[in-house]
Every structure is written in structure tokens, then in C-alpha cells.
């Protein structure tokens, strides 16, 4: 798995790790990346060659929004020929949804595009930033012996591991190891040397050319369950005006109140048209909805699964199909497919 000759592009869109201390005021500032190399001596012991592009202003992750999503698309795409593989440095807050949304955005990818960020600034003594930016563009530049790149499909390494992107969510705002994919194994691990595992990871169609897509439709909403949640909360959310998608968080494998005035409030909104996809709240397992009477009943509502799917995942996925123009009707029969690894549907 050679990563010689190799070209990567690297994309500041902002984030904790774009941060340097000023020798003179010992203030951090942000990093200027076009003097990457410079500053970060031991990339060029990796053989790649290495070229950046950044978002001026950079943008904190907490005010990223579908219209940066589309911006990173579009850089992408409009290099997507004259780089092997793409890192992606972006805040860690919003990272799991980023990632999420452009794997969607990016259809037929058939190159690396891997995010990654710090918890420390790139500019502080024991930053982890280094070993993330470092790693994450030796595997964006992985490649096997007849050229084809070792990992194909939009990813997050962080802290040792490397995830799908829309399978991983932010677990920590403190530790080095911030992310985790509860439902599907690790793309890779890294120690001495990175281990892939191969048979997770997807291999793209090759005859179709890269598609990127830049719509999405923002009228989406999440709805997490609480023990004593109101109608008054229950109704406010799912009456927004313009509302189309909503993520509902339920008990673990899926379940909810069966109170008629719940039920009632959900068959409504879906008789207007509103698709309401069922995800756990739980940190790992799948939605079950036909394992207990509860979630049965939420089936007869109208309700959809949302097997194993992350929060983020969801949230991106529903963006992306109500932005085609997609009826809720087509929105709800795709929500039942796995587009790029994002779910596990049982059988399949």
C-alpha cells in the first residue's frame, strides 16, 4: 500500500487545529496553511505531494450550515481530478454532521476524503493535531499496487482510528479519542503501523463518473423523547411551519409513549406530509420497532426506522432527499435504503 507519488489536497475550513501561538504576543492566531509545510517540517517525509486550499474567513464548526457543506463539495469537486485523495480540517463539534451530509453530496466518490481535526491547537506544545493532520494524509494518499486508492469513501480519523463518516459521532469535548462509530467496525487502526480492514471498507462503482450535489433542505427537526414530555413541546416541534423531515430520538430499540395523545399528535403530522424517522438514543444498537408493542405501535402510526443510524446521519440524509424535491412519499421509501454505508438494514 505505497503512498509515493501521490498528490493530496488539504482543505482548511476552520477548527481548534488551524490555531498557532504567536512567537512575539504568545496569543494564538489562526495557522496560515498556504505556510503548512513550513511549520509542519515532517510532512515532507511522506513522499506526497501536498497542496491547500482555506476558507477565508475560517469558520467555526458551531456556525457551519448546508451552504458550507455545498461550498466544500464544490472544491472537491472542481479538484477532484488533479488530486489522489482529500483532507478535510474542520472543528470536531459539527464534524460527524459535515461528514454525514458529504458523503451523500459526493455520489460515485471514488477517492479518499478524510476529515480530521484537534482537540488542541496545532500551535500548542501537546497538541494531538500533528499526529491527526499527519496520519490522515498518509491515508488519503494510500494507494495498492495497481494504483486504486485503499480507502474510497468519506471518512473521520481521529485519536488511532480511522470511521466511516456517517456511521461516527462526537463522544468527548475533552479527550484525545473524541469520536466513535457505535455501529460499524473501524475503517482502519493505527499504532506502528495502520491496519485496514478491508472487507468494511466500500468500494465505489468506477464506471460512474463523481456527481456532486449541492442542495439541501434545511426543514428538518429533531424530536428527543423525555420521560414527561409535554403535548404542548410534543406539538410546538412537530407544528413548525415549512416542516418536512424529523429525526425522532426514542428509548432503546426504538420506543416510545403510547399515549393516545402522542400517537395522535404523530399521525397527524405525518398525514400532512411530514416524515418522522425513529433513531435510538442509546450510544450503540438499532431501532427495533416491531420487538416491543410500543414500537409497534409507532409502525402503525406511520413512522419509519431508522435501523442503526446515527442522529447526524439522519439529519443529513433527510436534507439531502427533501433537497432534490423528492415528495415525502419518495423521501420515506429512500430513507429505507442504505445509500453509502450509512445504515444496516436487517437481511440485507
Partial sequence: MATSLTSVLIIYTGGTIGMAQNPVTGALEPFNFHHLLDNVPEL???GSSISTIQFEPPIDSSEIEPSQWARLVYLISE???LFDGFVVLHGTDTMAYTASAVS????NLSKPVIFTGSQLPIGVLRTDGKENLITAIEIASAKYPDGKPVVPEVCIFFENSLMRGN???KISAENFNAFASPNYPLLAQVGVHISYDESEIRRPDETKPLKAHYSMDNNIAVLKLYPGISRQAVHQILG????KGVVMET???GNAPKCEWFLTELREAIQRGIVIVNVTQCNSGSVQMGLYSTGNTLLGCGVLSGYDSTTEAAIAKLMFLFGHGLSPEEVAKAMNRSFV???TIPDE
Fill in 44 to 46: 515532507r517525509l511522506l
Fill in 79 to 81: 479538484n477532484y481530478d
Fill in 104 to 107: 451523500f453530496m459526493l455520489e
Fill in 167 to 169: 456511521r461516527t459521532s
Fill in 240 to 243: 413548525i411551519p415549512g416542516l
Fill in 251 to 253: 428509548f432503546g430499540a
Fill in 341 to 343: 454505508g450509512e445504515i
